[in-house]
């Protein structure tokens, strides 16, 4: 009986863990490679990613720990040991962590140490999914699992024969908390132990159940065990409890948690687990991630394609991550990041709007406009209760990158119909952002006292990345204008921002063709190398963000010399060597040797700037040349590998451009209604769109060779722009795309086609 009960659980847990990818249209999910990305380090990112156990957009995600405790790298492909599995809300490495504790099961002997508790581990072994991640931890000889709700999560640990098995419970240093409560199998505490952006009330509140009691059981103050107090509060707090096991031993854990109490973090469990078993829990979150994944369904491309594809789009639908929760009356409350008030209403964290603005927002709007709704919802919140809208949250306000981004976020949404939220608030929250400085660098604007009275961030003024600034303050003003039309605000006001829209006009050089910073006197910098990254740019150079006017490219065009030229300087981007200036960071950082080992030139796909600049050749009559360069891009710098993005993922955005760009287009100026066109990666997409319309995008002849679009018609009518309208895709229906092995090069080349530029 024994034996046929352990076939029947490793059958169930088979079908859990394993799914033929042939089934991918039903179950989209088993073509997702969560290792994608995590072959990473400081000096060269693959991605900067970690194999995130979640459902998506989830309060809590858990990952296998590799780093040692506080490292942003916490999980690192090239590693060869776990030191536990940690609750984690890291949106980068860069950001680092917060709300973050660890489990691991330990045998032989009581190890409390992350060292020494630190089990070998192979890739063989290793099976990551997004709803169900399993290891074998060869040191202690148990098999982990673990599967998670938005704010829970199941393990099951199956022991070998031993007197002496434990399980560890890492609270983390910097301030933590741990209680056992051997009568209820029970383990509860907190942990502080945050990257900033808190108030100084900040716990991430615990609960821990086992389904065994325990015989051992002892609290840390993180270097010896506290062998007469079974809670203790200190720097860095934890609990070893241990038992025996038989072989093949299964000891289930459930654990949830809470940014508002430990009272809290108990009904996250109870509404979340429960009961449920650690197979059903797992087939929920499959379903979860089946129903958000199966948004979109490919058809004849590659294997490669489709996992990659998958794998991108399981990273577009994890950030922000749901910063709210239930209470006891089942009513929405959230901790606040900024004021450290439990308040009603939604909230999310873990986002940098300078990098999602671009397509990661737009895909939201496009193909999740109700959770992008209630992310709206929460930056009124954020406004009300942090006084400014986050640029960079996580969770609440950080300092980091330039811009104003907000504004794109915020009119984006509008522009593209969300509504059911209080817009008037978030407009408000934008004008206060556009001519205030914030109490961070990178909240508000800095310098705009400058910006607003000259039209430009000045180089001589000690305000760093100044050019980088002025470029998206006018883009932003850009978007602002668009809102305050649909809006009706005063001629004046709108008058106003259309106006500073053109400011980066101001820092067009009309010698070098290019971008550049300015003096205060209004003399241009001296030297100037366009190669030079930082200075007046942001983690790029002038070749790079001279192409941030999304909002005007016809107006940077005749600013270059007109159609001509402006296609000659777009080709030098990819002509050009991969030269570069370091000397304003004093080394080579990790973009700049990213860009060169890519091998095109001075295109740096692996940062966020210059990631739109593929398409601007539909703004000059020369389509093809985008369709060539998009299908370069997506072969050669995105695998479904541990080493398959070229640069920082980042929260989404690095993905959404593979995915937008596999549909056949991509939102070059969000705050307009209008993707520009592409190339199509599969014969066939369907996309079932959330007002229950169905958008089909066939090319049946699509190949490697054939990636130029001969012709495109939509609903059978010929489609001759360079564009797609976001208001006729959502009404449904099927674009056909003809696609050839030698360009069309008479389509897209009549000036009535062009997408939209203000200045068109």
């Known amino acids: 009986m024994k034996k046929i009960a352990l076939l029947a659980s490793l059958l169930v847990t088979a079908a859990t863990q394993a799914q033929s990818p042939a089934s991918a249209n039903s179950n989209p999910v088993e ?129 070998p024969e031993n007197d002496s098995s434990f399980i560890v419970v890492d609270a983390f240093d910097k301030g933590s908390s741990v209680r056992i409560i051997p009568a209820e199998k029970k383990i509860v505490g907190y942990t502080t132990r945050n990257s900033g952006g808190v108030p100084a009330n900040f716990k991430n509140y615990f609960v821990i159940y086992l389904d065994k009691p325990f015989t051992t059981a002892f609290t840390t103050n993180g270097t010896n065990l506290v062998k007469d107090s079974l809670e203790v509060t200190n720097a860095h707090a934890g609990a070893v409890i241990g038992f025996k096991t038989k072989r093949g031993e299964k000891v289930n854990l459930r654990v949830a948690s809470s940014f508002i109490s430990l009272e809290q973090a108990e009904l996250n469990l109870q509404r979340e687990i429960g009961n449920t078993s650690f197979d059903a829990t797992a087939q929920k979150g499959k379903q979860a991630w089946n129903k958000v994944l199966g948004r979109i369904k490919v058809e004849g491309g590659s294997e490669e394609q489709t996992r990659t594809f998958y794998s991108c789009l399981y990273r577009a639908v ?53 959770i992008n709704k209630e992310m709206q919802q929460g930056l009124v919140n954020d406004y009300k209760e942090g006084g400014w809208l986050p640029e960079w949250s996580s969770p609440g306000l950080r300092n980091v990158m330039v811009g104003n981004n907000s504004a794109s976020v915020v009119a984006d949404a509008y522009i593209k119909g969300l509504r059911g939220y ?27 006292k400058y910006y607003n009275e000259l ?86 150079n002038s070749w790079h963000y001279s192409w941030s006017v999304f909002h005007d490219v016809n107006g940077l065009k005749k600013l270059m010399g007109g159609d001509e030229m402006f296609v ?62 998009v299908r370069n891009v997506m072969a050669q710098l995105y695998k479904p590998t541990p080493d398959g993005y070229c640069g920082d993922e980042d929260n989404g955005q690095t993905s959404a451009w593979y995915i937008f760009s596999a549909m056949g287009f991509y939102p070059v100026c969000p705050g307009t209604t209008e993707y520009v066109l592409g190339t199509p990666l599969f014969k066939k997409m369907t996309i079932t769109l959330e007002n229950g319309k169905t958008l089909q995008l066939n090319a049946p002849n699509n190949s490697a060779a054939n990636k130029y679009v001969q012709q495109l ?48």
């Open 318 to 370: 994890q950030f922000p991550q749901k910063h709210y929760e239930f209470d006891a009356s089942n009513k929405m409350v959230h901790y606040s990041p900024y004021n450290g008030e439990v308040l009603p209403g939604y909230m999310f964290a873990g986002t940098g709007f300078w990098d999602t603005f671009r397509a990661l927002y737009p895909l939201l709007n496009l193909l999740y406009p109700e």
């Open 568 to 629: 000659k300087m777009l080709d030098s981007v990819f002509n050009l060597p991969p030269v570069f200036d370091e000397s304003y960071y004093g080394s080579v950082i990790h973009e700049i040797r990213e860009m060169q080992i890519m091998n095109m030139g001075q295109y740096a796909h692996g940062n966020q700037p210059i990631q739109h600049m593929i398409y601007l050749y539909n703004y000059a009559g020369q389509p093809w040349k985008t369709q060539q360069h």
């Open 455 to 540: 039209g430009y961030v000045p180089y001589d003024v000690k305000i760093n990345e100044n050019a980088a600034r002025t470029l998206e303050y006018a883009y932003d003003d850009f978007t602002i204008y668009q809102l305050a039309k649909m809006l009706k605000r005063p001629q004046a006001e709108i008058d106003l921002y259309a106006k500073r829209s053109q400011n980066y006009r101001n820092l067009f050089d009309t010698e070098t063709k290019l971008m550049r910073g300015k003096n205060k006197d209004g003399s241009f910098q001296k030297p100037f190398n366009p190669f030079k990254w930082g200075d007046a740019f942001t983690e790029g």
């Open 422 to 448: 209080d817009i008037e608030t978030l407009y408000e929250a934008l004008l206060h952002g556009a001519n205030n400085e914030g109490p961070l660098t990178a909240v508000g604007r800095a310098g705009v």
């Open 713 to 760: 018609t939509f609903n059978g009518k010929l489609h001759t722009k360079n564009y797609v309208d976001h208001f006729e895709l959502m009404k449904g229906g099927v674009l056909d795309f003809n696609m050839s092995p030698v360009p069309n090069k008479q389509r897209g080349t009549n000036k009535n086609d062009f997408p939209y530029s203000y200045s068109k």
């Open 31 to 159: 073509w997702v490679n969560p290792l994608m990305g995590t072959d990473s380090k400081p000096s060269l990112s693959n991605g900067n990613t970690y194999p995130s156990i979640v459902l998506p957009w989830g309060m809590n995600a858990w990952m296998p720990q590799t780093g040692r405790m506080g490292d942003g790298w916490a999980y690192t492909y090239a590693s060869d040991k776990i030191r536990g599995f940690k609750q984690t809300h890291q949106p980068s490495p860069w950001m680092n962590d917060y709300g973050q504790f660890a489990i691991m099961p330990v045998t032989g002997s009581l190890k409390f140490n992350q060292d020494n508790r630190a089990s070998w581990f192979s890739h063989k072994t290793e099976i990551a999914k997004p709803y169900y991640y399993s290891v074998y931890l060869a040191d202690a000889d148990v098999t982990a699992e673990l599967t998670p709700t938005e704010r829970a999560a199941q393990f099951r640990f199956t022991f």
